[in-house]
């Protein structure tokens, strides 16, 4: 689907959430994906139905039998809501269409199986195509269960490869449920008054096609597509294909006509009613345009969509040698979408926050987002659009390429962002973190074993997005980048309008390198986890084993596992692993004074273990002259001690020991790397003697930093290289939260200018500087920054506030920012959760969040009743901390009260967080002395 941002918090035991900067440069995205799949049930399987000759009746599994082809389909679709009401109108949530698919029978039946879900289906016809005698209907069903609309003719079709035609009419439903066709609101400021205003929009991804109008509904089944969309006069209406004619029809509607679609997938149609404005441009004679709300429009927030769209097509069509394959391509924003975004061809749907900036207002974060999610889509006009995956698990072959190719793009576009080097950073940490857990699954699965909708729409998680990205980048390293291109130049022009699976793919690249390119990605790609190498520079001995968080016995999984590496800084070289091993390689033996680095670049998916002394000797290189290893290495070097630490392959003490030359270190990933991995210790030592000197640590680390970005900051100007401007939050964020009072007297400085009038933060630091004004202020203070948060026009300068008010220290302030988020007046339903999480993450607040929920428990599960995910995180969220014997009692004491109740998605909630403050107090117990005794150390060296 779409991108969203699948934080699968669900699975993650002891997830390292910054406290120190917790929105500091990162959008929290919130995704409802969770939701969406807790609210599907799984679908059983129909029974199965002993075969006959001639099948009738079900197919045994959840796909579509292989006896009927769709060639074309022809849909009308009326949308009976009104944009705007007039007076004294009611609302028609309605929709009526009719559809005739064209189909070819290639194997004799008398059922013809397709798809339908919450369609009433009035008339269904069904004719022969040449000679156009009517086949006689005996009955047909709709299976709710298996959404098979099963239709049994009275006499046989004969596989002969003879075309028939489908007609059907129906009529649905226009829900608010943001699937298939849905409905949403907004309001729009008319004369002064808020006026509401309704569209329609619709998000067919993955198996919601079905919902619109009865179809064969699988990825393979492509057809082409002849969209007739009626709506109201005065409404403008738009799908896939360009506007080919529109006339009235009756007094009151217009019919819109689009030209027909290529040859496509059910899941990327995409239809849409409503009353937007929109900014176009002209690429290559085909007409670009962004729509949105008016007001956002002439507000300028479509400007920067605009001005990159042309652009990131222009790359990708050279760098993949084909023409962006429609002849236009509309991209929408809409204030109610489900998933980030999603790549519907021809006409992209996008949440406002990934596809509107405002110039000023928005951060610098905001508008990397909106170029990453533009660049993601448009690689997916390629990559899903026109080649499309077999079937749902090789969903990796599309939303991998989508994200590796997303970096590319952007980073053609804005050249000084240096994108490609946070790839690390957003993709492979996350989801190494993920993928070493027990629960994680491979890249890509049996055809068998993905069936159900449940099962399909939980593929839309990090391991499919990230490691596929990761495992590409991966490959394209290996390769080299030109031939890599070479190799997807002839995958998208072999399958171009057709679908294909991950061997195909693999075939393709074999064709530019003399390598047996299927050997070495099989494992990455059908085996779930990745390596970690275990290797000692004294003996050149290197082997590999699957790294787990959690190590259990060997499961004897092996990779073959390119290498890049260096020593002490020279060339680099290359070399596969092709053993699980040991063996000794020579190459991997340094003499005394020098180092071995490996994996350079990150280049490679796994992690990096070595013998003591060649740790001490990079930490040692670190400490001197930090540039002779390479950028992302520095962040590598200390995300790997870390998690090996949390593996225990090595001691807490060398983990914590990659930080101590961050006190020369201005450079963002590196900062980021370590801020993250510390985020686990704050969380668990927080409320500790240990908290002390790991502050006085911090504060001496960041000391330099924060004066490095002084300058910006005292005069409120923006560094040029956009990592500094992430760094230079992390600065202020750490300095501030760890007491260095030069940080708070500023953040409280530039408040109190607001107070008294103006406001000279810039976007980037309001979230922070809010956040630690607030924290060092009093109630005057914060019911200043209430008033801006009930006057904020803007979504997210609100968000900034609403973040920033959980930030007080003072305890009475929390308990009744907390009591406002039972009050929708005060705080909007859809943020109560994320403010309760707010709340506990500051340690002032954990406590009463965690009595609080528990207090108001029955409020809070009936407000979010439909969505019990979001109730899980916030279990996941309050609980984040809990490291005591004491703790892990209240929550067994909660846990055992909901057991009577029997509410399943809470208790399971509950349980993953009993099983997480288990984990967290043993190795607080085992980690606590060393680390406490390691931070005084170093609190006493100068
Ligand atoms: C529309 O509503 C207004 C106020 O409710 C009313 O005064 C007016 O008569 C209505 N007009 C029509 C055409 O119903
Ligand atoms: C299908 O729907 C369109 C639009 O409502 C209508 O004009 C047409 O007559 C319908 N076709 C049939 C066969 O009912
Ligand atoms: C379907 O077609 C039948 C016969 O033409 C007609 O009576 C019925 O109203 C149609 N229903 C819809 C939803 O168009
Ligand atoms: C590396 O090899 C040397 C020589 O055999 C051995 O003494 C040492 O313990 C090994 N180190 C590790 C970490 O296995
Ligand atoms: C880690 O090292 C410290 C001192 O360097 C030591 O006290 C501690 O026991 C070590 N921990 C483990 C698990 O070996």
């Not at 009927?68 to 004294?88: D, F, G, H, M, W």
């Not at 996350?430 to 890509?444: F, G, I, K, T, Y």
């Not at 999480?837 to 029955?858: E, H, M």
Request: proline share 4%; with cysteine; net charge negative.
């Amino acid at each position: 689907m779409a991108k969203g941002v699948y934080i699968s918090k669900a699975l993650a035991i002891a997830t390292v959430v910054l406290t120190l900067s917790a929105l500091g440069g990162i959008i929290v995205m919130v995704t409802l994906y969770q939701m969406e799949i807790a609210r599907k049930p799984p679908r059983p399987r129909p029974s199965p139905v002993p075969t006959t000759p001639i099948p009738t009746g079900l197919p045994p599994t959840l796909r579509l039998p292989d006896n009927l082809i769709p060639e074309s389909y022809e849909v009308n679709l009326q949308l009976y809501l009104y944009t705007k009401l007039p007076n004294a109108t009611e609302q028609e949530y309605m929709f009526e269409g009719n559809s005739t698919v064209r189909f070819k029978c290639v194997k004799d039946t008398r059922t013809i199986i397709l798809h339908a879900l919450d369609l009433s289906i009035e008339q269904v016809t069904v004719t022969h195509a040449r000679t156009r005698e009517n086949i006689a209907v005996e009955r047909y069903t709709l299976h709710n269960d298996s959404h098979f609309f099963e239709i049994l003719l009275k006499k046989q079709l004969v596989g002969n490869g003879d075309y028939y035609e489908l007609f059907t009419n129906f009529t649905g439903e226009l829900l608010d449920d943001l699937t298939g066709l849905y409905t949403s609101q907004y309001t729009e400021k008319v004369n002064g008054e808020e006026e509401k205003r309704f569209l329609v929009a619709s998000q067919l991804q993955a198996t919601d096609a079905r919902k619109v109008f009865p179809c064969f509904d699988e990825p393979a089944m492509k057809a082409e597509f002849k969209i007739t969309i009626i709506h109201r006069r005065g409404t403008i209406a738009l799908s896939n294909g360009r506007k080919d004619n529109s006339q009235f029809f009756g007094d009151e509607w217009i019919a819109t006509t689009f030209a027909p679609t290529p040859n496509m997938s059910t899941y990327l149609l995409a239809f849409t009613v409503n009353e937007f404005d929109y900014k176009s441009e002209q690429h290559d004679g085909k007409e670009i345009s962004i729509w949105a709300r008016p007001e956002a429009v002439t507000a300028g927030h479509a400007n920067y969509a605009k001005s990159i769209t042309g652009k990131i097509l222009s790359f990708y069509e050279t760098k993949f040698n084909l023409k962006y394959p429609l002849n236009k391509l509309d991209q929408i924003a809409l204030p109610d979408f489900s998933a980030g975004a999603m790549e519907n061809w021809g006409l992209t749907m996008y949440r406002e926050s990934a596809l509107l900036y405002e110039e000023g207002v928005s951060s610098s974060s905001d508008k990397e987002w909106v170029a990453i999610v533009i660049a993601h889509e448009l690689a997916h006009q390629w990559f899903g659009n026109l080649v499309t995956m077999n079937w749902w698990n090789n969903l990796w072959l599309s939303e991998g390429f989508a994200t590796y190719i997303s970096y590319l793009g952007v980073d053609d576009i804005e050249p000084t962002w240096n994108i490609r080097d946070m790839f690390v950073l957003k993709e492979i940490q996350p989801v190494m973190e993920l993928d070493s857990l027990n629960a994680s699954h491979p890249l890509s699965l049996k055809e068998s074993e993905i069936e159900t909708t449940f099962d399909i729409l939980g593929l839309f998680d990090s391991i499919t997005y990230s490691k596929g990205a990761a495992v590409l980048r991966m490959l394209s390293a290996y390769m080299g980048e030109e031939k890599f291109f070479e190799g997807l130049k002839s995958y998208l022009m072999k399958f171009q309008y057709k679908t294909a699976d991950t061997a195909d793919l693999w075939k393709c690249m074999k064709e530019f390198t003399h390598e047996e390119i299927e050997s070495i990605m099989t494992a990455w790609v059908e085996q779930e986890g990745y390596p970690v190498l275990n290797i000692n520079t004294t003996t050149g001995e290197i082997a590999q084993e699957q790294f787990l968080l959690k190590r259990a016995g060997d499961a004897g999984l092996e990779w073959q596992v390119p290498i890049i590496y260096m020593k002490s800084g020279s060339d680099l070289k290359k070399d596969v692993l092709k053993e699980k091993g040991p063996v000794r390689k020579p190459i991997y033996t340094v003499n005394d004074d020098g180092w071995l680095l490996v994996n350079i670049n990150c280049s490679g998916y796994y992690r990096v273990n070595y013998d003591e002394q060649n740790w001490n000797r990079l930490i040692k290189q670190l400490e001197s002259a930090h540039d002779a290893i390479p950028l992302i290495n520095r962040g590598q070097l200390i995300d790997d001690a870390f998690n090996l630490a949390r593996a225990k392959y090595i001691n807490v003490t060398l983990a914590l020991s990659t930080t101590k030359y961050l006190i020369n270190e201005t450079e963002y990933i590196p900062w980021e790397s370590a801020l993250k991995n510390l985020g686990y210790f704050i969380l668990m030592f927080d409320r500790s003697e240990v908290y002390g000197p790991m502050q006085k640590y911090l504060r001496k680390q960041v000391d330099p930093l924060y004066k490095y970005f002084q300058e910006y900051t005292d005069n409120a100007t923006v560094p040029t290289k956009l990592s500094d401007q992430y760094n230079q939050i992390n600065a202020i964020s750490v300095a501030c939260s760890n007491g260095v009072t030069e940080c708070t007297d500023m953040a409280t400085k530039l408040f109190n200018e607001w107070k008294n009038g103006t406001n000279r933060i810039p976007p980037n630091l309001k979230s922070t500087i809010y956040c630690n004004a607030i924290a060092a202020g009093d109630e005057d203070d914060w019911d200043f920054a209430w008033k801006q948060y009930e006057n904020a026009t803007i979504a997210t300068e609100q968000d900034v506030l609403r973040y920033a008010l959980s930030c007080t220290k003072i305890i009475w302030l929390l308990n009744r920012y907390l009591e406002y988020t039972l009050d929708p007046n005060k705080i909007r339903k859809m943020d109560a959760v994320s403010t309760i999480n707010y709340i506990a993450r500051n340690v002032a607040g954990q406590a009463l969040a965690w009595d609080f929920i528990r207090a108001q428990w029955s409020y809070i599960s009936q407000l979010y009743g439909g969505g019990m995910t979001s109730v899980g995180s916030l279990i996941d969220d309050v609980t984040e901390r809990f490291s005591t014997d004491f703790e892990l009692q209240q929550l067994m004491q909660f846990r055992s009260e909901f057991d009577e109740d029997g509410l399943g998605p809470t208790t399971r909630a509950l349980d993953q967080a009993i099983e997480r403050t288990e984990a967290n107090i043993k190795w607080v117990k085992e980690n606590k002395q060393t680390v406490l005794n390691w931070f005084r150390e170093q609190a006493q060296v100068h």
